[in-house]
């Protein structure tokens, strides 16, 4: 199983970005997926995760109502919008997946995920 993620880059804060993720290698319709990040010197944390079927999503606290997930399983392909970006939010954003038997779980921790992309840069510039 491959994961590519895509769209980070550099954004001044107060904007928006979209970065996707897309799972190859697999059923992607079998994955809980989520995304998690890293910040320089700190350790990976959670960001959002969403389940296999039913659309059930959690957010880490710091991104509640400013980021949202979401997943296409015709296109293998699971998104994260982010909207009014801070200085904080600057990191590597990592996608993963995670095998869901129950379907309607949300992973919300870096154990439970078993295939992990390469990650992405967002750099939020003030």
């Known amino acids: 199983v491959q994961l590519q993620a895509s769209g980070g880059g550099l954004v001044q804060a107060g904007d928006s970005l979209r970065v996707s993720c897309e799972v190859s290698g697999g059923t992607f319709s079998q994955y809980g997926t989520g995304w998690f990040r890293q910040a320089p010197g700190k350790e990976r944390e959670f960001v959002a995760a969403i389940s296999r079927i039913g659309g059930y999503t959690r957010y880490g606290d710091s991104v509640k109502g400013r980021f949202t997930i979401a997943r296409d399983n015709g296109k293998n392909s699971v998104y994260l919008q982010m909207n009014s970006l801070k200085d904080e939010d600057t990191a590597v954003y990592y996608c993963?997946?995670?095998?869901?038997?129950?379907?309607?779980?949300?992973?919300?921790?870096?154990?439970?995920?078993?295939?992990w992309g390469q990650g992405t840069l967002v750099t939020v510039s003030s």
């Open positions: 993963a997946v995670t095998v869901s038997y129950s379907g309607t779980s949300v992973a919300t921790g870096r154990s439970q995920y078993i295939y």
